[in-house]
């Protein structure tokens, strides 16, 4: 004879269950990784659309900005469309170059999608990011339409178990979580 299964109590038929059974969320992961400009360059340091004046240059036909590229590519895994690669490398060869424009493509895509919150995590033994981190919270939640609140910045030197960590390059991860609206 088999064992009777009782129905769980949980969850509740409420407001709550039933508004939280009708949220969608989806999650999409980014990366990017560029080298330091090796000798002289007349191009700065761009990090979230900001730019920083105590570290060299990133290589890269645009302005390499790594957190933006990380975004981008993270708000790729949730529309599926690849704004990195094929499109940025189009607007490159029409020479626009500021990483800003092609967040503005991947955030096109979106559609009735409403990013909630946003988590870069940059390993690099220079610039010192720390210092940095509230103006680059602000920077992309401007850029991305959401608080500041919503925007977290974490960074590591890695211990120089890598060439970011040994200070040739930036690499960035990003994870996005976006609802339905």
């Given at each position: 004879?088999?064992?009777?299964?009782?129905?769980?109590?949980?969850?509740?038929?409420?407001?709550?269950?039933?508004?939280?059974?009708?949220?969608?969320?989806?999650?999409?992961?980014?990366?990017?990784?560029?080298?330091?400009?090796?000798?002289?360059?007349?191009?700065?340091?761009?990090?979230?659309?900001?730019?920083?004046?105590?570290?060299?240059?990133?290589?890269?036909?645009?302005?390499?900005?790594?957190?933006?590229?990380?975004?981008?590519?993270?708000?790729?895994?949730?529309?599926?469309?690849?704004?990195?690669?094929?499109?940025?490398?189009?607007?490159?060869?029409?020479?626009?170059?500021?990483?800003?424009?092609?967040?503005?493509?991947?955030?096109?895509?979106?559609?009735?999608w409403q990013i909630s919150h946003v988590s870069v995590a940059l390993e690099c033994l220079r610039p010192k990011i720390d210092p940095?981190?509230?103006?680059?919270?602000?920077?992309?939640?401007?850029?991305?339409?959401?608080?500041?609140?919503?925007?977290?910045?974490?960074?590591?030197?890695?211990?120089?178990?890598?060439?970011?960590?040994?200070?040739?390059?930036?690499?960035?991860?990003?994870?996005?979580?976006?609802?339905?609206?």
């Amino acid at each position: 004879m088999l064992p009777t299964v009782s129905k769980p109590r949980w969850p509740r038929k409420n407001a709550f269950s039933r508004r939280f059974k009708s949220v969608k969320v989806k999650t999409g992961i980014g990366l990017d990784s560029h080298r330091f400009v090796e000798g002289a360059s007349d191009r700065s340091l761009v990090l979230g659309g900001l730019v920083f004046e105590d570290a060299p240059a990133l290589a890269g036909n645009s302005d390499a900005d790594v957190i933006l590229h990380a975004v981008t590519d993270a708000i790729s895994g949730v529309t599926g469309r690849t704004v990195i690669g094929a499109v940025a490398d189009a607007l490159c060869q029409q020479g626009i170059t500021d990483s800003k424009a092609y967040l503005k493509v991947a955030l096109e895509d979106l559609g009735d999608w409403q990013i909630s919150h946003v988590s870069v995590a940059l390993e690099c033994l220079r610039p010192k990011i720390d210092p940095k981190v509230p103006a680059l919270r602000a920077s992309l939640a401007e850029l991305l339409g959401i608080e500041p609140g919503d925007v977290c910045i974490t960074a590591t030197t890695g211990e120089g178990l890598n060439d970011c960590g040994r200070g040739l390059g930036i690499h960035a991860s990003a994870v996005v979580t976006v609802v339905q609206v």
